[in-house]
């Protein structure tokens, strides 16, 4: 489990080249606080074969694009933020520490 204290985002214009995958059309780059970058997050055009998430050398997380405005979100947001790979399951997720439900933003504006 690493703690995410930057990142860095990629949008794909079209054409890609081809010897990069053509259905990534963005991708998220994870770094700690030493700035080393941890994991990073593909994002598959709709109706993509998404392939499965990996572990080496790098955490690798994929998801459809329509999920990266939720993510982008959260890693605005939310504080602390954790990459995870899950070994028995063999798959990545993001993920916070518990907060209180109905939780705002500190200044206390509507979100």
């Known amino acids: 489990m690493s703690e995410i ?4 985002i990629r949008f794909n214009g079209g ?3 081809a010897d990069a995958n053509p ?29 499965k998430d990996q572990a080496t050398p790098y955490v690798s997380m ?10 982008i979100d959260v890693l605005r947001n939310e504080n602390p933020i954790y990459l995870v790979w899950h070994e ?3 798959h990545a ?10 939780e705002g933003p500190e200044d206390g504006t509507e979100a």
Do not use: C, W
Request: hydrophobic share 30%; charged share 15%.
């Open 5 to 8: 204290k930057n990142y860095s």
């Open 15 to 17: 054409p890609i080249v």
């Open 23 to 51: 259905k990534v059309r963005s991708s998220i780059h994870l770094f700690d606080k030493s700035s080393k970058m941890v994991g990073y997050i593909s994002f598959y055009e709709e109706g993509a074969d998404i392939p």
């Open 62 to 71: 994929n998801l459809p694009v329509s999920l990266l405005h939720s993510v």
């Open 88 to 90: 028995h399951f063999s």
């Open 93 to 102: 997720y993001l993920s916070t520490t518990q907060e209180p439900t109905g």
